[in-house]
Structures are given as C-alpha cells and as structure tokens.
C-alpha cells in the first residue's frame, strides 16, 4: 500500500480519496478508519464547558460514581452516557472492555504487562497504566487479535 498526502491551501474542507484494485477487507478497514476519525461525543470539562471531544483521541472511559468520564492524553471529561451504551456504540471503533467501570481504546495501549491473579497491566500512550480484571482478560485478547472472541 502506498500512501500519499498533498497540501493544498485553497480547500475549505480535507478530502480523502481512495484508489484500489478491488474493494476487499483492507479498503473497507481504511474507509471505516477514516469515518471514525471524527466522531464526537460531547464531554463536559470541570467548570461545565461543553465541548466536543474526538472519540479517537480518548484513551478509555470509566464509571465513577454513577457518572461516566471520557480521558485523554492531558484532560477528562465527564460524558452523559451509560457505560453500556458506550461499549455498544464503540465495539467496532478499537474499545473493548476490560473490567466492570472500564473501556480501553486499544489504539492508545503502548504495552500489556501481566499483573498478578490473572490479570493484565496497560500502559497507555500517555504514561499512565489501568488493569484488565481477570473476568475481561479473554475479551480483551479477542480485542486485539490474540485469542477468538467467545
């Protein structure tokens, strides 16, 4: 595959052009890769600024409390979303979940590290780890390709 980007000033909106033998599962991946780049969800900062935030850019989502925070490299966010629907709507865009109050963007996994009990450590881009409880171990592998989905 060969990819190539050219500048040019006098757009008023990036485009994307795709050029291919045949329409197989790597085109389809590619096409549904750059849809996805951006989705938004609207997140809520701290002093209650709503703002749009990239799905791709946030790291995982977690319960807390009754209430649902979107991170990402240097911020968070509090989304008004269940968990479960987020796991829903996110299953095909690289998020899988990985203990009850956690989804992972598994684009944003940098290592896997075991973890004593059966469990996994993450190391995300931005430095910081979260755990894969033993009960998601299995979902998590089939996630990024390790191991069958159930």
């Keep these: 595959m060969k990819i190539f980007v050219k500048d040019k000033m006098n757009l008023s909106e990036t485009e994307v052009e795709i050029r291919c033998r045949e329409r197989?599962?790597?085109?389809?991946?590619?096409?549904?890769?750059?849809?996805?780049?951006?989705?938004?969800?609207?997140?809520?900062?701290?002093?209650?600024d709503k703002v749009p935030?990239?799905?791709?850019?946030?790291?995982?989502?977690?319960?807390?409390?009754?209430?649902?925070?979107?991170?990402?490299?240097?911020?968070?966010?509090?989304?008004?979303r269940t968990l479960y629907d987020l796991e829903e709507d996110l299953e095909k865009r690289h998020f899988v979940r990985i203990s009850k109050s956690v989804i992972v963007n598994i684009k944003a996994v940098k290592r896997i590290a075991p973890e004593d009990a059966r469990r996994l450590k993450l190391e995300l881009r931005n430095g910081e780890w979260i755990v894969v409880s033993r009960n998601y171990v299995a979902d998590f592998k089939a996630g990024i390709g390790m191991k069958e989905a159930k």
């Design 24 to 48: 197989d599962n790597e085109v389809e991946a590619i096409i549904e890769s750059v849809r996805n780049v951006e989705d938004t969800l609207m997140g809520e900062k701290e002093n209650g």
């Design 53 to 80: 935030v990239r799905i791709s850019r946030v790291l995982y989502f977690e319960a807390v409390d009754r209430n649902v925070y979107g991170y990402t490299d240097q911020e968070f966010y509090r989304i008004k």
